[in-house]
Nanobody, 119 residues
Framework: QVQVAESGGGLVQPGGSLRLSCAASGSGFRINTMGWYRQAPGKERELVARITSGGSTNYADSVKGRFTISRDNAKNTVYLQMNSLKPEDTAVYYC?????????????WGQGTQVTVSS
């Protein structure tokens, strides 16, 4: 099993910044691509950004130029720096870790962290 734990959510005013962190851990597993997803009330969960173990990234169009994803492979930790936040960024943000045990691939999710952008 792989444990995934997010932190860093909260309330911020429009135009403000937040940094989310997510740590994945699990003995006997390799952590591969990690990503951030979000789900707003009444909407489906959507990809925000993801990063491979080699550092390749991709972003949702709605966050390009405002959000930056990065990772520390030694710590199996991924970060999401969110700048110029807008009310429409309000959602529960979930971290996903893709892992394998050298045989099969698995997806693990964190419990989510609330981000609220409001004045």
């Amino acid at each position: 099993q792989v444990q995934v734990a997010e932190s860093g959510g909260g309330l911020v005013q429009p135009g403000g910044s937040l940094r989310l962190s997510c740590a994945a851990s699990g003995s006997g597993f390799r952590i591969n691509t990690m990503g951030w997803y979000r789900q707003a009330p009444g909407k489906e969960r959507e990809l925000v950004a993801r990063i491979t173990s080699g550092g390749s990234t991709n972003y949702a169009d709605s966050v390009k130029g405002r959000f930056t994803i990065s990772r520390d492979n030694a710590k199996n930790t991924v970060y999401l720096q969110m700048n110029s936040l807008k009310p429409e960024d309000t959602a529960v943000y979930y971290c996903r870790a893709e892992a394998d045990d050298y045989l099969l691939q698995y997806n693990y999710w964190g419990q989510g962290t609330q981000v609220t952008v409001s004045s």
